[in-house]
């Protein structure tokens, strides 16, 4: 792609050839004891190798589990140095599968299982409205919404008010007035609007309330060290700020009505929304929704934890019941009147569908987290994988969503649905 074609498109510099921008665990792959083909392996990572080549994403990691053993984990492009705008003498930070990257929304699958976590000890009632757990919420006509609407995106109040100044996502006290002085735009939970920032702030703070602990260390006790995570925290520590990925607002610049949608569901410009991502006071903050850090392997490695049924390693993270109420779907599917598309929720996932959903063909049991639109993190219980496809750029609608939706397909594709008595008993 020449100089101009990669001004006008925002995308970087892409070498001709990619091995040395690559970085693999090769001691961390083995195909063959999940009894998938070298031919499969290479034909997922070109399908990863021309989401790169399109050049909105300057960084990508991949992790792909299947049947509990990694078959694809690596790295390609840089961290930080090589965006659309960087300046030619920036130093280029290869990206390496060490690399803590934001999740953005991704995080919400985790923050859910954290909630659905609650409910097992006895601590919740998801059913119960969040005001029984938290009064002050109750005002304005909020009084009957559930812990359970907030997390399937039904509970009426999806967006902070647009006059909101974006310091605010860093000030929890600030963060809960808003909320609690919101009047929503609907109580009944019958129709769905993303709640892309707000709904993390009501869960943490049910979750704080009746814990008497913070959330972040509530994630460190029940699933960061029991699974042996290095990162997977929300935000990430002063010290190692210069660790984590950079964001690049990356493709085409959006137009009316897709730029419109873009301000309804982020509350700003993805120009903005890059800006204020790669402020070191939105990485070091609590942001329940949207920023909790960690590896394209440490995400897999949650989803695998779901399809074992709440296992890893041999460890009880959660019960098997647990897993099921967090991916069972509730509702059918709709138009999702913030992102203005078809969904499928659970109580905190996305879901797939049949024959064609969020998670490729024949998804229907498929479940997990789209983060800022390019991050896909799922997990397929009728074909037994958990993948997770990290990424640094953020594009909206350009040209590389035929290689995304390549991946997407190829990964379906290579890894067909598996005779039900073989699957994890969660698809059953």
């Not at 909020?142 to 974006?166: D, F, M, N, W, Y």
């Not at 009880?316 to 999702?336: K, P, V, Y």
């Not at 990290?390 to 190829?410: E, Q």
Request: proline share 6%; glycine share 8%.
């Amino acid at each position: 792609m020449n100089r101009l074609a990669r001004r006008a498109l925002h995308t970087s510099q892409i070498p001709e050839d990619l091995e040395t921008v690559t970085f693999r665990d090769a001691a961390g792959e083995n195909p063959a004891a999940a009894g998938v083909s070298q031919e499969t392996v290479d034909a997922l990572w070109r399908s990863v190798q021309s989401l790169y080549r399109t050049g909105v994403h300057p960084g990508i990691q991949i992790s792909i589990r299947h049947r509990g053993e990694h078959v694809l984990h690596r790295a390609i492009g840089h961290a930080s140095g090589n965006g659309p705008h960087d300046p030619r003498d920036a130093v280029k930070v290869p990206m390496t599968t060490d690399t803590p990257i934001c999740y953005f929304s991704a995080s919400k699958a985790v923050t859910a299982l954290l909630m659905h976590m609650l409910a097992e000890q006895g601590l919740v009632n998801l059913m119960d409205p969040v005001s029984y757990y938290c009064p002050e919420f109750g005002v304005n006509g909020k009084r009957t919404i559930t812990v359970h609407q907030i997390l399937s995106h039904r509970g009426g109040i999806p967006a902070i008010p647009r006059e909101t100044p974006i310091d605010v996502l860093w000030d929890n006290d600030e963060i809960w007035r808003l909320l609690c002085a919101a009047r929503p735009v609907e109580v009944d939970g019958a129709k769905v609007a993303y709640h892309a920032i707000t709904g993390g702030f009501v869960l943490q703070r049910v979750l704080e309330r009746v814990t008497g602990d913070t959330i972040e260390h509530y994630l460190d006790k029940h699933l960061r060290r029991p699974m042996g995570m290095k990162w997977f925290t929300y935000g990430i520590t002063p010290e190692h700020l210069n660790d984590l990925a950079s964001n690049y607002a990356t493709g085409p610049t959006p137009r009316f009505p897709v730029s419109w949608v873009v301000n309804r569901a982020l509350g700003g410009d993805i120009r903005t929304v890059a800006q204020v991502t790669n402020d070191p006071r939105f990485q070091e903050a609590v942001i329940p929704a949207g920023n909790l850090c960690g590896t394209a392997e440490e995400m897999s490695r949650f989803f695998q934890m779901m399809l074992n049924g709440g296992l890893w390693n041999g460890r009880r993270i959660c019960s098997e019941i647990t897993i099921r109420r967090a991916i069972q779907q509730f509702g059918s599917l709709q138009i999702d009147r913030t992102m203005m598309v078809p969904m499928r929720f659970s109580a905190g996932m996305m879901l797939g569908g049949n024959p064609v959903g969020l998670w490729g063909q024949n998804s229907r049991f498929a479940f997990g987290h789209v983060g800022l639109i390019n991050k896909l993190c799922w997990a397929d219980a009728a074909r037994d994988i958990s993948v997770s496809l990290l990424n640094t750029g953020i594009p909206i609608v350009g040209h590389h969503l035929p290689a995304l939706a390549k991946f997407v397909y190829t990964v379906g594709n290579r890894f067909p649905l598996i005779p039900e008595h073989r699957r994890p008993l969660i698809a059953a």
